[in-house]
């Protein structure tokens, strides 16, 4: 990212990201990385996953290291999933077209679709783990107090956004959703980086060095 700030001769004025609850995220990554021939993670691959220190919170210190004069917001998955139109409309700070929006891209897989692409990949199912070789729906690799562990992550991650993150960014929700999902409620928020740059002219941030 400071590379291509510094392509740009440092005119990236603003950076639209998406956080998702770290479970589903990882989840997704995972059926999507092995629908695409990559293997299936071990216990121990596992486990280093649910249990690395390392969250959205350090995602997006290190993403306005690398672009100190952009502005950064953040929209929960949870909220603007299948939701291109309203992404678009915070990204150019206007109404966005709802139409032509019918496709979803680069979906992950369900287990049954795992199971199909990796015979055809050449593996075998008597190699699979238990998780995956049988039954239907989203794959769930994470054991329960795992899919907690990084719940509780994502949680803590939430609350360092609404609270400001520390002036790098900006919480941005959606007030027209409706479902529930597993963010804080929807509601405009006034504080973040543009709010923080304002009221407190002091706050500066590490310029990241391009390479």
Not at 15 to 29: E, H, K, P, T, Y
Request: proline residues 5%; aromatic residues 8%.
């Amino acid at each position: 990212m400071a590379r291509l700030d510094a392509a740009f001769e440092g005119g990236v004025k603003r950076v639209i990201m998406n956080v998702r609850s770290l479970d589903l995220w990882w989840s997704s990554i995972m059926a999507y990385g092995v629908g695409r021939g990559h293997h299936v993670p071990d216990a121990a691959c596992m486990n280093g996953y649910a249990t690395s220190a390392r969250t959205w919170r350090d995602v997006i210190t290190d993403l306005a290291c690398a672009l100190p004069k952009a502005e950064i917001q953040i929209l929960p998955f949870e909220q603007f999933a299948g939701r291109p139109d309203k992404m678009l409309a915070v990204a150019i700070g206007r109404d966005a077209p709802s139409s032509h929006a019918e496709c979803w891209l680069n979906r992950s897989p369900d287990m049954a679709a795992l199971r199909n692409r990796i015979a055809q990949n050449g593996g075998s199912a008597s190699d699979l783990p238990p998780h995956l070789a049988t039954g239907e729906g989203r794959w769930n690799p994470f054991n329960d107090s795992q899919a907690a562990y990084l719940r509780e992550a994502y949680a803590d991650d939430m609350m360092w956004l609404t609270a400001g993150a520390d002036g790098l960014a900006t919480l941005t929700e959606d007030p027209s959703r409706t479902r529930t999902g597993l963010s804080l409620s929807a509601g405009a928020l006034t504080k973040g980086q543009s709010y923080d740059q304002q009221t407190n002219p002091s706050v500066q941030r590490r310029l990241a060095q391009a390479r």
